[in-house]
């Protein structure tokens, strides 16, 4: 009787070995994804940390003369919003739009109206705030005729409505401060893309005038907590990696 040669078994390392770089190279494939999202956190928050920085010394900058009606088309949120400037027209007697909104003393309305510069061009200014009981014109003092000069905020066009609802220019609602459609419903021409968010001044409460003065300005900063989750969630997985790789490795030699 002869003997035989014995059959090679495979070896229990193997498919060991490949289950731990499989959880190796899973644990820093999620450490790097948590660190990169980390660090672009990091990024925005000295972004977001910037743009305060811009917009509150434009805020607070003297009033400068809006740039002339060729250079309207260049202007940016990034360069020119809540930039502190100065017009000079006189308002188009009869014109005007409410803007619905929700503010800190209560619900009513934005006052928009055209001021018509001497050169034809026209910007909408938003006067203030009127609460819901002034919402007819006739319960408010009339705009001056005169010339004046409004100073104020220099705010971007609001075309898209808001969350909920949608402007309506043939019923005359409006709920975001669109001052190109705003222009073709009350036949105002050479409108700037803008309007300008009137300063305070001084109101007697029961003459009706509008509130200036009430532009809230605040942006959200969440970014460093969220780089703090995201760096975390890295660590995590690192040491979650660990963990398991240690495990594995005791079940071997358990074996």
């Known amino acids: 009787m002869t003997d035989t040669p014995d059959q090679p078994t495979a070896s229990p390392t193997r498919p060991r070995r490949s289950r731990m770089l499989v959880l190796?190279?899973?644990?820093?494939?999620?450490?790097?994804?948590?660190?990169?999202?980390?660090?672009?956190?990091?990024?925005?928050?000295?972004?977001?940390?910037?743009?305060?920085?811009?917009?509150?010394?434009?805020?607070?900058?003297?009033?400068?003369?809006?740039?002339?009606?060729?250079?309207?088309?260049?202007?940016?949120?990034?360069?020119?919003?809540?930039?502190?400037?100065?017009?000079?027209?006189?308002?188009?007697?009869g014109k005007e739009a409410l803007v619905y909104a929700s503010t800190a003393i209560g619900p009513g309305y934005w006052v928009l109206a055209p001021l018509i510069r001497e050169d034809g061009a026209a910007v909408f200014v938003n006067r203030g705030f009127v609460p819901l009981d002034d919402k007819d014109a006739q319960s408010r003092r009339p705009v001056a005729q005169d010339p004046v000069t409004v100073t104020g905020l220099l705010r971007l066009n609001e075309p898209n409505g808001t969350l909920l609802r949608s402007n309506n220019p043939d019923d005359d609602r409006w709920y975001s401060r669109d001052v190109v459609a705003m222009a073709g419903h009350l036949d105002v021409t050479n409108v700037a893309p803008f309007f300008i968010d009137a300063d305070a001044s001084p109101r007697v409460k029961a003459d009706g005038s509008p509130i200036g003065g009430l532009t809230v300005i605040q942006f959200p900063n969440s970014h460093l907590s969220y780089a703090i989750t995201w760096f975390g969630m890295a660590l995590l997985s690192l040491v979650g990696g660990f963990i398991l790789l240690r495990a594995e490795k005791g079940r071997g030699v358990s074996a």
């Open 24 to 93: 190796a190279g899973l644990s820093l494939f999620f450490v790097a994804i948590f660190v990169a999202l980390g660090i672009w956190q990091v990024e925005r928050l000295q972004w977001k940390r910037d743009l305060i920085a811009r917009v509150d010394a434009r805020v607070h900058a003297p009033a400068s003369a809006l740039p002339d009606p060729s250079n309207w088309a260049s202007i940016t949120a990034a360069d020119d919003e809540y930039r502190h400037v100065s017009v000079t027209g006189r308002f188009a007697q």
